[in-house]
Each structure stands twice: as C-alpha cells, then as structure tokens.
C-alpha cells in the first residue's frame, strides 16, 4: 500500500465516522445517553435536608387498612405533619372521583387552611377541569416546542379551587425507557401546565407565577426569581441531577422535627407505586420529583450547550486526525501512547465539564472514533512495514535495510522550573464591604454579581499591562509584574496599573451609585524585589505561585492603607525606581509589623499639587521633634490635595500628640522611625 493511499483510506474512514455522527442516527442518540448515564452514577449520593418523604407502605396498610383512605382521615394526617412543623406538602396523587366516605368537605377545608399542593395528569380527555398557573412568556412563541397532550384530568373543583397548587404528574422516558429529562411544562389545548416539580419551586419561593423564555431554537428556560433561570432543552425539559435523595419515613410511625421541610406524602406499598427507571436504577416517582424539586433549587443546572454536537464532532475529528497520522509518520509506541491518553481524555474531560460545569458532553463516540481510526491506521502501517521487510528479505537476502523513515517527535514540556528574580508586587483590599453587604440585606445572589463586578474591575487594568494575577483571597487580590512576561521598567508598570485600578473603582462606584448602592474603596500596597515565582502547592493541587520576603513586606504595605488613611502606599524601592515618573508624598519612616528595620513609604497621587512642599516641610518638623508645628502645618494642610490626604493628617496629628507624651531621645539619636504594631 502506497503512502498516499494508506493516508487517504484513513481520512475516508474517518470521514466516513463523523458523517455518521453529523446524521445522529437513533441509536447513537441511545448509546449517547447510556454513556452520559455513567456520570450520573460517578456522584456520591446526597441526602438533602429540605426535603423529605412520608411514605403509605405495606404496613401503614397493614395499621391504617385499604388504600384509598378516606378523606378526612387522610386529611387529619397532612395536619399531623404540619403539626410537626412541615412548610409544604405535596400529594403527587389525582383526586378527581369523589371521596366513597363522604369526607370531601374535610379534605377541602384541609386544603384551604394548608398549603399544600395535589396533583393532575394529562390524558385524552377533554373535559377533565385541569388547574392552570400564572406565566409569562418571554421570547418567540412557545407554540409547537412543548409536549402536547389533547387533555387532562384534574382534581374536584372544590379542591382545586382550595389547593395551593396543582402540579402535572407527567414523566418522559427517552427512546431506551430511561428518564433523564422531567417536561417542567407541557401544553394542553394551547395552555400552558406547570409540572409538579415546578408547583413546587413556586410555591417554596411564595411566587404567583413563573416565567418562559423561547428562542429561535426552542424553550430556552423558565424562570422562578427566588431560584434564577432553569435552563432546559428546547421541549422544557430539565435534565435531573440523581444524586439527590431524600430521608424516608412511614406515616404510621412517629414522626420527625419537619420544621421548615417541604413533605412528599406518597405510596409505596406494593401494587400502588409508581416506579421509574433512572441512569441510577429504578425509583419511585416521588424520589423523581425530590430530585428534579433540588435539582431547581440547588442552581445546577445540567445541560448539553447549543455547541455540544459541533464540540463533540470537532474532538472526534481533530485527536482522530491526530492519532491517524501519529502512527502513520512516527513509530508504533508513539500511537500507542496516545490512544489511552486521548480515550482516557475524553472520558475525563467529559466528567469533569459535567462535574464543574454540568456539561452533558458525550465521550462514547469520541472514543470509538479514535479507536477505530487508530486500528485502522495501525493496521496499515503494520500492513506496509509488513510488505517493506517482506520485499528487502526478497532482495537482499538475510541483510537488513536502513530505517526510511526519520522520527521527528516532539515532547511537550509540561513540567514549569521555578525562577528567582525581581519583580513589583502589589496587594489590594476592599473598603466599605460591610455597608454594602448590608444593603443587600439576604440578596447573597445580588451582592456576589456586584463583587464579581469589582473583581472584574480591578482585574482588567492588570491584564491590560500584562500583568500576573496571581490569587484572589475573598475581597483582596494579589498580582506581578515582570512574571512570567518579561517588564524591563516594571515598577513603573506596576504604580500605573495601581492607579489605573483606583480608577476602575471609580467608575464602578458610578455605577453602583446610580443603583442605589454605597461606593467602595480600595486599599493598594506596591513593593518591588526578588521572589522565588513558579508551580507550588501539593501534587494534587498547585498553582503558581510567588515566595519572598518583598511579597510579605507588600502586603504589610497593603493593611497599612487604613492607618495612614490612603489609597496606596508603594514601598522605598517602587518610590526609587519611579520617583521621577509620578507624583509621591512621603508618609513615614515605619517599621512593618514583624520588621526590625524601618522602611520610607510613600503614596502616589493622581496629579501634580502645588501643596508637596508644605507637606515635606512638615515631615522635617516631624524629625526635628517640633511635633507642635508639625500638628499646625497638618491642619494647614487638611484641604489641600483634593482633601484626598484628610485622614492622613487626622492620623499624623493623633501621632504628634502622642510623640509628645514620650519620652525620645535626643534629635540625633532618633531614628524616627515607628514600629507598627498590626499588620
């Protein structure tokens, strides 16, 4: 088999793989679900605490009698479990025939003291009385993605008009019998109808109503404000997340603390339960509802992106290339290195999308690509080596040919060396979190976009001087300049961005004001020296990282900010380094908190002020120990540089007074030097 053949029978085949993927035929939309499935049974199972389920079993049967009960007696056990604190109750069952016992004036008043929901079903009924809910639909028309159904049956009138919710029972099982996906809505005669799993979030959140949102390409999400957007496939369904179970207790036994709990009250008992099959094995209908119910509540939403069968058909493409023409170039070990790295890939890096993201990606067809395409070009290869030495035996007897074909394999270096070399660190913090966190009062959804919106903020003006961001710790940061990009005049790069990042606070404030939020501040500490920069952490987990004595010594820099009552304070040899570049005031001779030497730092000021002089006249005062004419010249001081240096001189005057209580050695001998005693 000649060169070019061998080449092209491979892409023919691999052609031929992907045409299959690109047409999605049945079965491989099965053997796609069935792999996904496996992720699903990778999670630890998770007992949620805000739910639980009461179950009528075989021997709640066995103590209460037949199933159904009557009425009022069923009705006298949802009060027992609100009388042990339940907050909402759910009955996933039709009531639509009146009560045999006559108990249907109990259960009604039952319902409306209550809040608790019943159920409906869809059928081919017309005249069945379904319960609606409230939507507002956002988007092109929803028409034609939803389920449709001709009909439903709901409950009896007085209990529908008494209930606090009526929810659709209404399962979906894929084309292998399997639930994955729960319909949160369906259409019935052109209405709109609400799942259980949806009555339920909107009535745990205390909403009237839900929302619809539908694109071009189908329903797009439904939305409960207290729980945010529930993004579904372009029928409204969810994708479940099956690690979540609830605990199970018998309604005839006694019962736990429910305070607060949302009640699943369901039959178990044989003959009367409703089973479904899971990618976790079969379970009842109740546990299908807790786990869509958490599913919604717990903001993860599962789902395969718009993007999933180009990304899908690309990976498949593209390592089967790869690996095709690996070992039709280079020696048999190298392709057989890389299949178990890119099948292992592919496997992996769809379970961890699904974990981190929870992105349904499909591995199993990625996979047989490779393979299949690396058995067909292992093949030809073996095939051709084959016929070469078959050939050179035939004409050269016992003597061996050299190789005709060079090697030339790149290894990827994947391990980082660590380096020692001098770099401008800087330190911001958060100021005024405390109110603003308060104006959001529970909002924690409302204030975590806001502090992403500050980190976002601070963030670009270091990117933007290719800088290092390096950690964020809560509402601090830490970035580099001069690693692992190379910055000849990175002191200067660095106090730029610092003051690029005080004015990205600024607009942020502009922005935050207008929505009725107090501003912010932000503390900053510049320092330049060496630190030991590269990949740390444990073998599990590391990240890289930067180690020095000018690391600490900026951050020290950093927590001083609220002392002296500045924006920045940028240590002696940043100010050395850019003296001539920007606009510094010195602020003290200071000894940070577990240093023994003292340091001169300075802040940097946004523009030229005439007042500099003044302010160097009154840290010579300072030294000379006229604390007194330093303290005058600080009040003369107060409103000068845009009153940004106001709580700096409040601080120098309280220093001053107290210097004057001391007892100090002579002008000559002291230092001036102060010891701080915080970080």
Request: aromatic share 10%.
């Amino acid at each position: 088999m000649d060169l070019l053949k061998k080449y092209l029978v491979t892409l023919l085949i691999l052609v031929t793989l992907c045409a299959i993927r690109f047409a999605n035929p049945w079965f491989l939309d099965v053997m796609r679900l069935k792999a996904l499935d496996n992720h699903q049974r990778q999670q630890e199972t998770v007992v949620v605490d805000n739910i639980v389920t009461v179950e009528i079993n075989n021997d709640t049967l066995a103590e209460y009698g037949q199933w159904p009960f009557p009425r009022k007696d069923l009705a006298e056990e949802v009060h027992r479990l609100y009388s042990h604190g339940a907050g909402l109750v759910i009955m996933p069952m039709l009531f639509a025939d009146e009560d045999r016992f006559g108990g249907d004036e109990a259960f009604t008043q039952m319902l409306l003291e209550t809040p608790t929901l019943i159920g409906q079903v869809p059928a081919t009924i017309t005249d069945g009385n379904p319960v609606t809910r409230g939507v507002a639909a956002v988007g092109a028309s929803w028409e034609g993605w939803l389920y449709k159904y001709g009909g439903a049956i709901g409950p009896l009138k007085s209990f529908a008009d008494a209930a606090y919710g009526v929810g659709m029972l209404i399962v979906s099982p894929e084309a292998d019998g399997v639930v994955r996906r729960v319909p949160l809505v369906v259409d019935i005669e052109g209405v709109i109808y609400p799942s259980m799993s949806m009555e339920i979030i909107r009535a745990a959140s205390g909403d009237i109503s839900y929302q619809i949102k539908t694109g071009a390409a189908g329903v797009e999400a439904l939305r409960i404000p207290k729980y945010g957007k529930q993004i579904t496939d372009a029928n409204g369904n969810l994708w479940v997340d099956f690690k979540y179970k609830t605990e199970v207790y018998p309604l005839h036994e006694a019962l736990p603390d429910l305070t607060g709990k949302i009640v699943i009250l369901s039959l178990t008992a044989s003959g009367l339960d409703s089973v479904v099959s899971t990618p976790v094995g079969n379970i009842y209908n109740h546990d299908l509802i807790a786990a869509t119910a958490t599913t919604m509540m717990s903001g993860r939403n599962i789902s395969r992106p718009y993007w999933s069968d180009f990304a899908e058909l690309g990976a498949s493409f593209s390592l089967a290339l790869i690996i095709a023409l690996t070992v039709l170039i280079f020696k048999w070990y190298a392709g057989a290195l890389m299949l178990p790295t890119f099948t292992l890939g592919a496997y992996y890096g769809s379970l961890y999308l699904f974990n981190t993201k929870s992105y349904l990606l499909d591995w199993s067809w990625p996979i047989l690509t490779i393979f299949v395409v690396w058995a067909a070009a292992a093949f030809m290869r073996f095939m051709q080596e084959y016929k070469e030495k078959m050939a050179i035996k035939k004409q050269f007897g016992g003597y061996a040919s050299p190789a005709v074909v060079k090697l030339l394999q790149e290894n990827p270096a994947l391990i980082k060396e660590g380096v020692k070399k001098e770099v401008s660190i800087c330190f911001t913090d958060l100021r005024g979190f405390t109110p603003l966190g308060e104006s959001f009062g529970d909002d924690v959804k409302g204030l975590t976009k806001i502090m992403n919106g500050y980190m976002d903020a601070i963030t670009q003006p270091v990117l933007d001087a290719n800088g290092m961001i390096i950690k964020y710790i809560g509402d601090a940061s830490m970035h580099i300049h001069n690693a692992p990009i190379e910055d000849k005049n990175h002191p200067k790069t660095a106090v730029q961005t610092g003051l690029n990042m005080l004015k990205a606070v600024e607009k942020f404030n502009d922005k935050i004001v207008a929505e009725g939020r107090p501003p912010v501040g932000m503390g900053l500490g510049i320092n330049t020296g060496l630190g030991y920069i590269g990949e740390m952490g444990s073998t599990e987990r590391h990240s890289y990282d930067i180690l020095g004595d000018a690391v600490s010594t900026a951050a020290r820099l950093e927590s001083q900010c609220k002392t002296y009552g500045v924006l920045s304070i940028v240590g002696e040899t940043t100010y050395e380094a850019t003296k001539d570049d920007f606009n510094y005031l010195k602020l003290d001779n200071v000894a940070v908190k577990g240093k023994t030497v003292g340091i001169t730092i300075y802040t940097v000021l946004d523009k030229k002020y005439g007042a500099v002089h003044t302010h160097d006249v009154m840290h010579q005062q300072y030294r000379r120990q006229d604390f007194g004419s330093a303290i005058a010249t600080c009040k003369a001081l107060r409103n000068d540089f845009d009153g940004q240096m106001k709580g700096y001189y409040d601080m120098w005057i309280e220093r001053c007074e107290y210097m004057k209580t001391q007892d100090l050695p002579d002008m000559i001998e002291w230092d001036g030097v102060f010891i701080a005693t915080s970080k």
